[in-house]
């Protein structure tokens, strides 16, 4: 979410009673069947009811690894999802979509990534189910498929009263900007790459931040 944001956010969750211990690891955990305390490498130690522990995601293709795909982080693939080999040709029999597969979004750049927003396994399901579709028909699969993917990632959240939108890829910016509203009620914040806007996040403002789709969509064309 970068600085403004970020600082805002966690400015939320001290004033609900959460402590943030930045910069820290897990030494070790102290009790039997249930977690009773939580050792900190700084020796700091927390009483415990219930460990949560949010390590992110890892693409699973362990299955994959004879098939002579490219499994580089997630399952490579072309604009049409069609699995790429390790010698960089597509395999008309494999489409990946969701979370593992990576792909290059004309919104932003030609840089294949795997993205994890919640919308887009919906998105690659689609044009997934395009390719398939026409390739059933006996139709020119190959010219659909290189018709440029461009979805644009969303995700939201609720953090008490305050509800987070974002649209984009926010985690590429270089720098962000306060352009509506103030972080502590309301408020907008673009985020840029350059001069290539790259992502919008809002606390509140909700049509505000919908009203980005379009510029995204422009950007793009």
């Given at each position: ?131 398939l579709a026409?390739q059933l ?85």
């Amino acid at each position: 979410l970068g600085p403004i944001l970020g600082a805002e956010l966690r400015r939320r969750h001290e004033v609900h009673g959460v402590r943030f211990y930045c910069g820290e690891s897990v030494f070790g955990l102290v009790g039997g069947v249930n977690v009773e305390r939580v050792i900190l490498t700084s020796g700091i130690m927390l009483e415990c009811d219930v460990l949560i522990v949010a390590v992110g995601s890892d693409p699973q293709t362990s299955w994959l690894q004879e098939s002579g795909l490219d499994i580089v982080d997630g399952v490579l693939v072309d604009a049409g999802l069609r699995a790429i080999t390790t010698e960089g040709d597509v395999d008309r029999r494999v489409v990946a979509v969701g979370d593992v597969a990576r792909y290059a979004n004309t919104l932003f750049d030609l840089i294949p990534r795997r993205v994890e927003h919640w919308n887009l396994p919906t998105e690659t399901g689609k044009r997934a189910g395009q390719i398939l579709a026409v390739q059933l028909a006996g139709g020119d699969v190959d010219a659909l498929a290189a018709t440029p993917f461009a979805p644009l990632p969303s995700f939201w959240s609720d953090q008490y009263d305050a509800h987070v939108l974002a649209f984009g890829m926010t985690y590429l910016a270089d720098r962000s900007e306060l352009v509506a509203g103030t972080p502590d009620t309301e408020c907008v914040v673009e985020y840029f790459r350059g001069e290539n806007l790259v992502g919008v996040c809002g606390i509140g403002m909700r049509s505000a931040v919908q009203s980005y789709r379009s510029r995204f969509v422009t950007s793009a064309a």
